[in-house]
């Protein structure tokens, strides 16, 4: 059975950090690709970032580049997303996904408030 657990997330305030993990199960976790989401009400999924199987990375949205990165450790069969420098309107729910096959974790809230 494949599970995608987020954990991490939390009320910051602005110009603070947090690290999602995304603990994956059921899977070969480092045979894949993941992928961070973020979705707040009202608006579409937006892609975070990327990382491959091996580690190589990508940071998709243009407003988190500089502040976000993403990593992985296959032998935990984990992935984070390090978030820096956060913002107000970084306030969402972070999903991550496996897209191989299309799986999603059920989300961790980051809100960002003084």
């Known amino acids: 059975q494949v599970q995608l657990v987020e954990s991490g997330g939390g009320l910051v305030q602005p110009g603070g950090s947090l690290r999602l993990s995304c603990q994956a199960s059921?899977?070969?976790?480092?045979?894949?690709?993941m992928r961070w989401y973020r979705q707040t009400p009202g608006k579409e999924r937006e892609l975070v970032a990327i990382?491959?199987?091996?580690?190589?990375?990508?940071i998709a949205a243009d407003s988190v580049k500089g502040r976000f990165t993403v990593s992985r450790d296959n032998a935990k069969n984990t992935a984070y997303l390090q978030m820096n420098s956060l913002k107000p309107e970084d306030t969402a729910v972070y999903y991550c996904?496996?897209?191989?096959?299309?799986?999603w974790g059920q989300g961790t809230q980051v809100t960002v408030s003084s």
């Open positions: 059921g899977f070969t976790f480092s045979h894949y690709a």
């Open positions: 996904m496996a897209p191989f096959a299309n799986y």
């Open positions: 990382i491959g199987s091996g580690g190589d990375s990508l």
